[in-house]
């Protein structure tokens, strides 16, 4: 007991104990699947230590609606044991590699109470410091279109328009110029064809004849 307050009032004062350092843990935020399919939950630490050969994964799992958390998976000693009581008994796998300090699962034949929160916690002793890391996990029929989807595609077609926009102005200016050009032409050779030019040579059919 005393052990436990010392450590946690070293974790409320940022003093990490002589010997161990800080882990930092990583998950997704979160994950759409479908019902019926697999879905790999990663997880993964970092660490200043090389992997400890006492490298620990722990899954926790909260379903929506409910304030408390029960333990779904553990790994020690180089051994993976799955809860043999809860809702994942018989459909969760351990796909990770704790050499590489991968401690992901695998969730099979998703149904809609799957719906909720996964924590992950390692530790690679002596660092064993660290907060836990959380994703969720949203079952659906059909997995909805998200929203930076949309948003790309309507940043698509404003950036579509504006080209367009910038293009019939440019192409505007140019039949405008050229009809300007035209005219101006014909305004300065307009009173001088078939007659007399200034130097007195003639233009049009005069000079032909």
């Not at 990490?16 to 990583?26: K, N």
């Not at 233009?203 to 032909?208: D, N, R, V």
């Amino acid at each position: 007991m005393l052990t436990f307050l010392a450590l946690a009032s070293s974790l409320l004062l940022g003093i990490v104990p002589e010997g161990c350092q800080a882990i930092v843990i990583y998950t997704g935020w979160e994950r759409h699947a479908l019902v019926g399919s697999d879905i790999r939950l990663s997880c993964s630490f970092f660490s200043w230590r090389w992997t400890s050969e006492e490298v620990t994964f722990s899954w926790m799992y909260r379903p929506d609606g409910s304030r408390d958390s029960i333990s779904i998976f553990h790994y020690t000693g180089g051994v993976p044991y799955v809860d043999n009581k809860g809702p994942f008994r018989d459909r969760l796998e351990f796909v990770g590699n704790p050499a590489r300090r991968d401690g992901s699962i695998l969730i099979k034949n998703l149904d809609f109470i799957d719906n909720g929160t996964f924590t992950c916690d390692a530790k690679n002793p002596p660092d064993i410091v660290g907060r836990p890391s959380s994703v969720r996990l949203l079952v659906f029929e059909k997995v909805p279109i998200q929203a930076g989807v949309i948003t790309g595609a309507i940043i698509g077609v404003v950036l579509g328009l504006l080209v367009l926009i910038v293009v019939i102005y440019y192409l505007m200016r140019f039949l405008v110029a050229r009809r300007v050009f035209s005219l101006s032409v014909r305004s300065v050779t307009g009173p001088w064809a078939g007659g007399t030019l200034p130097d007195g040579s003639v233009t049009g059919t005069g000079a032909e004849a």
